[in-house]
């Protein structure tokens, strides 16, 4: 899969639990922008780490960015990066979204590999929605 979003929820009275969405991605044979990402195209960082002060007056409606929310996998898990803390509700979308290749050109070029390897179950169980 080429590109995976995450969209993380945070509980404000305990940030220590958090949901998070992956909403998986892969390039469209027709090569159609997808519209959900290109909202953010022209106030993307030009490299990892790089701070972007940008701030829209406009909401963001999620729901655009992501494929049909009652089909989705979930599990207890962790955190992605450092310190990959076990405190993390895991919804994956089984439906896939599609993209054009020059934006997963433009993301790719930000954030190179950046990707957790598969970890193993270890005793978790995936349910399937």
């Not at 290109?38 to 960015?65: C, M, R, V, W």
């Not at 599609?98 to 970890?119: C, H, T, V, W, Y």
Request: with cysteine; net charge negative.
């Amino acid at each position: 899969m080429p590109m995976e979003v995450h969209v993380v929820f945070v509980n404000i009275d305990d940030d220590s639990d958090l949901a998070v969405i992956g909403q998986f991605y892969e390039i469209s044979d027709d090569d159609e922008e997808n519209e959900f990402l290109a909202q953010f195209q022209d106030h993307l960082p030009t490299k990892s780490g790089e701070e972007n002060d940008y701030q829209s007056a406009d909401l963001i409606d999620l729901a655009e960015g992501l494929e049909d929310t009652d089909r989705y996998f979930t599990y207890s898990g962790s955190l992605t990066t450092p310190a990959c803390a076990p405190i993390v509700t895991w919804v994956v979308l089984r439906e896939k979204a599609e993209m054009s290749a020059a934006q997963f050109k433009n993301f790719r070029d930000i954030m190179g590999n950046n990707f957790r390897p598969l970890q193993p179950l270890n005793g978790r169980v995936i349910r399937k929605h």
